[in-house]
């Protein structure tokens, strides 16, 4: 099948296809001149490994694997758009946060490629590594000068093979003076470590590079229906009845108030301002977010709360400090709680 097959569909009738009957490819795409960009990269730092590039569900590089699997939805607008509806955001929609997460993946790709993290300096500069995944949610220091910082959520301090993957791909990047970015740093170490290391693999040629099928780690070989319902469950999280003494300290007119205003209509009104100022602050992904405010929302109504004079700046600075707390709890537990 071909995009020009299925890019006009509705939204239903596009959710029925399998990802991998949808003809996708990277070649001829605008994906594929930012690839070339990394390769030059790479080729300019005097790096002669290109890591082979594939189409996936996500991005990842397979354990042991030196290739790059890109999301499928990047590769069409039609898919973009859809991947924008149902979570919100496009990771990696941006030539800037497209070349940053390459670079990012990148590393991985090295790591195994030339058997990087065997290397005893290696791993007293970012710790020992193991084949675990990296863990979903971990406690940042957010102010730390030990680690780079890269991507969002401080990923640096994740786990010892996401240290190396951040710290090479801000050594990677093009203009950017990186002794002087991180100067009186302890990150700056880690930097010069790898710039030494990688300048001894210059011009040579990866040391492990095992066959491998792409089918056997693409996972696309089921309906963007079915996607979509587990990539939305991963953000969901269930609601927790004891938010609701919360709620009604937050709004609490009662009944007898003639000018009383509906608390979920004043949350529906503010959602949007709610939804850019926490996801700006917390870096957390919006889908969560936007489906956490929604509970909240639907609480309100059940409980039939509501709230005097809600043109007052403190409603929205409460609500706001609020909802924040419990996303900032759920970037580092996974779960909207608060600690008790």
Known sequence: MQPGEWANLSDDALLEKRISHLGLRLEGTELQPLIQRLYDELTAKGLAFHPPCHIGDEWFVPVGIPAIFVPFFLTHDRLRRLERKLILEVEGESEEWFMKLMRHETAHAYAYAYQLYRKKKWQRTFGLTSFDETPEFYRPRPYSRSYVVHLDDWYAQSHPDEDFAETFAVWLTPGLDWRERYKGWKALQKLEYLDELLRSIAGQPPVHRPEYRVA???????????????????????????????????????????????????????????????????????????????????????????????????????????????????????KFKRSK
Request: aromatic share 10%.
């Open 216 to 334: 056997d780690h693409d996972c696309l070989n089921l309906k963007l229906k079915t996607y979509y319902a587990r990539k939305r469950k991963l953000f969901e999280d269930a609601y927790p009845d004891f938010y609701d003494n919360d709620l009604r300290h937050l709004f609490t007119a009662g009944p007898e108030a003639a000018d009383r205003v509906r608390a979920s209509a004043w949350l529906r009104q503010k959602r949007r301002a709610l939804l850019d100022s926490i996801c700006q602050w917390t870096n957390e992904n919006r889908y969560p977010v936007n489906k956490f405010i929604a509970r909240l929302i639907q609480r309100c109504d059940e409980l039939d709360l509501h709230l005097l004079r809600p043109d007052e700046p403190h409603h929205s600075l409460q609500v706001s400090a609020y909802i924040t707390t419990l996303v900032m709890n759920h970037l580092f537990t996974g």
